[in-house]
Every structure is written in structure tokens, then in C-alpha cells.
């Protein structure tokens, strides 16, 4: 996985620079704080994000903690690793399964994310781990989306509910309840449900989604972004936060150039854990989020 090319090698770059010295002075700690806050407002990192960040970094870099150190350089490192960590999220967070099946699980987020993709690439894992997995065609606006949705899931070897004349067609609330009771009927234990995605925030398809939402109660509600999108990833987090309240986010399309901006700013700006990454267009491309693996892929 490319992981944030460029914004890797200028923290990693910036880091070096404070090798071989033995105490670190002000000057020095500023230096390389100039430099990691550059490199973080170029790769598209929300500015209160890199503000706590090159702030926290700077208050335990003047500490005794690491002039005391037998290698303050090191120490240093060592503490951008610690606040990357905290900035995606600190420890891992599983999916909340139901007590009682089906677990609902609703995804959402701009066209073109990687929300029916993801669909799959999540029933793949969570059948490969004993689950039963439905997928539920939700997005009954882009044509030929619930088609995409059934070759997915025959490519993912599980279950589509598509709607179908008499099934709730045009109705994607009314599609979303019905999957439910089909589910529980044929004991499927969990409902991964795709909805439509909107070019840009759109109020009409938030309100659908939020309707969605409100007739399912899903025990999570998956936000998914491209990690690409730079700039816009915390007004959009925060729009979908404020209509729909996801539960966690999925970054997707890390596999790309991504500047990092996505992954270092939606959980600090939104409170919501990165949940899953998915790393290219196959489905086995996709795996749980680690902030600690991701941070040390980060100054690798
Ligand atoms: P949706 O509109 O949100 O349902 O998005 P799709 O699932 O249709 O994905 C849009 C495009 O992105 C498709 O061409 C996918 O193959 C591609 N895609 C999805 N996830 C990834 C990923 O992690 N990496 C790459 N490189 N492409 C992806």
C-alpha cells in the first residue's frame, strides 16, 4: 500500500535532520516543527488538526522527557509516532455486532467513493469469518447501481435483496425495511445496506439517507471517503456527520497517491474512528484499520 508518498518522505526527511545531535534546542525543535507542519497543510491536513499536532508534538519535544534521553532524536521520533497514533483514532475499533441478528450495518457517502465496492469487500471478510452477510440494494437512483450491487455480491459469493416489482421498488426506505425482515425470516445475521450517493452533499438524498436510518436503527452506520478527496474530506465528514451521524469511517482508494489530508483530519474533526481502509479494486483488497500500523507505515 502507497501509503501518503510524499507526505511520508517529507516527515520522515524532517525527522532526520535532528539526527546526530545530543541536546536538542528550541531552535532545533522549531525547526523540525516548521517543517512537519508544512509538510502536514501540504498534504491537505485540516488546519486545527496540524495546529494540536505540531502543538502537542512541540510541548513534549522541550521537555525533560527527551533532553533527559540518552538519544533525543529518537525520542522525537518516537513522539510524532505517539500523536500520528492519537490522530487516527489511538486503538483499533471492531464493528458492534447485535445481540439479537440481523446486525445492520449502513453505509453511505459521495458517488463514487467506494461505498458498493466496499459493500462487497465487507461481506467477503465478514463471510470469510463465519457471518452469513446480506447485501441490500439501496441506491435506487443511479442507474444501474443495484446491478453493480448484484455482481458484487456474486463475485463475493453471498446474498443481494434487490427491490423487485411488489418489493418496495422505488421506495429505498421502504427497501431497507423489508431486506430486514427477509434477513430475520432467512437468517441472514447481517444486513449491509448500500445507499445512494450524491455528487455533492445533496439535501434530499442526506434527508433518504437519514430516513434510512431512522427505519433500519443500524448498529453501524459506515461513512465512506476517498482518501483521495484532499481538501473537502472534513466539510463533507462533517455534512454527512450532521445528517445521517455515522458511527465510523472507511477510507478508501489508499492504494492511490493519497495526500494523507482524508485519514489525518475526519477523526479528530468528526470524533468518529477509522474503521476499515480499503487498498484497491479487487475485493481481498480491504482490511481492518490499525492507527498504529498506519503511523509507522507513515514514517517508515
Ligand atoms: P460508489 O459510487 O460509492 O458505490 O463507488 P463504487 O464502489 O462504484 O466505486 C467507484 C470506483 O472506484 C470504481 O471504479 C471502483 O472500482 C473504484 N474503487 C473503489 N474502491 C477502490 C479502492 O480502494 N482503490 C481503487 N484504486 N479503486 C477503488
Same mark, same amino acid.
Given at each position: 500500500m502507497a501509503t501518503f508518498g510524499t507526505l511520508s518522505t517529507r516527515l520522515t526527511e524532517s525527522l532526520k &535532520?535532528?539526527? /546526530?545531535? @545530543?541536546k536538542l534546542s528550541a531552535a532545533d525543535v522549531d525547526g523540525t516543527i516548521r517543517e512537519i507542519r508544512r509538510a502536514l497543510l501540504d498534504a491537505d491536513v485540516s488546519l486545527n488538526v496540524v495546529k494540536k499536532f505540531t502543538g502537542d508534538v512541540r510541548e513534549r519535544a522541550l521537555s525533560d522527557e527527551v533532553n533527559k534521553a540518552l538519544n533525543p532524536a529518537q525520542q522525537v521520533v518516537q513522539i510524532v509516532n505517539d500523536e500520528l497514533v492519537a490522530i487516527l483514532g489511538g486503538s483499533q475499533r471492531r464493528l458492534e455486532f447485535a445481540k439479537k441478528p440481523p446486525t445492520v450495518i449502513m453505509l453511505a457517502g459521495? %458517488? /463514487?467513493?467506494g461505498k458498493t465496492t466496499l459493500a462487497g469487500k465487507l461481506a467477503k471478510y465478514l463471510a470469510k469469518d463465519k457471518h452469513t452477510p446480506l447485501l441490500v440494494a439501496c =441506491?435506487? %437512483? *443511479? !442507474?444501474n447501481a443495484v446491478q453493480q450491487l448484484e455482481v458484487v455480491a456474486g463475485n463475493a459469493g453471498v446474498a443481494v435483496y434487490s427491490p423487485e !416489482? #411488489? &418489493? /418496495?421498488? @422505488?421506495d429505498p426506505v421502504q427497501v431497507a425495511k423489508d431486506s430486514i425482515k427477509f434477513a430475520t425470516d432467512k437468517q441472514y445475521d447481517v444486513v449491509i445496506i448500500d445507499t445512494a450517493g450524491r455528487l455533492g452533499v445533496d439535501a434530499e438524498l442526506m434527508k433518504q439517507a437519514a430516513d434510512i436510518r431512522t427505519a433500519t436503527s443500524p448498529d453501524e452506520v459506515l461513512f465512506v471517503i476517498d482518501a483521495m478527496i484532499g481538501q473537502d474530506a472534513v466539510s463533507t465528514a462533517q455534512a454527512f456527520q450532521d445528517g445521517v451521524d455515522f458511527t465510523g469511517v472507511v477510507l478508501t482508494k489508499? =492504494? @492511490? =497517491?493519497? *495526500? #494523507?489530508g482524508a485519514a489525518l483530519s475526519v477523526v479528530s474533526e468528526t #470524533?468518529? !474512528?477509522?474503521m476499515f481502509a480499503s487498498t484497491g479494486e479487487t475485493l481481498d483488497d480491504f482490511e481492518p484499520f490499525y492507527p498504529d500500523r498506519m503511523a509507522s507505515r507513515i514514517l517508515d
Open positions: &535532520n535532528l539526527r /546526530g545531535k @545530543g459521495l %458517488q /463514487g467513493a =441506491d435506487l %437512483q *443511479r !442507474p !416489482p #411488489g &418489493n /418496495g421498488v @422505488g489508499l =492504494d @492511490g =497517491d493519497a *495526500r #494523507g #470524533g468518529r !474512528p477509522i
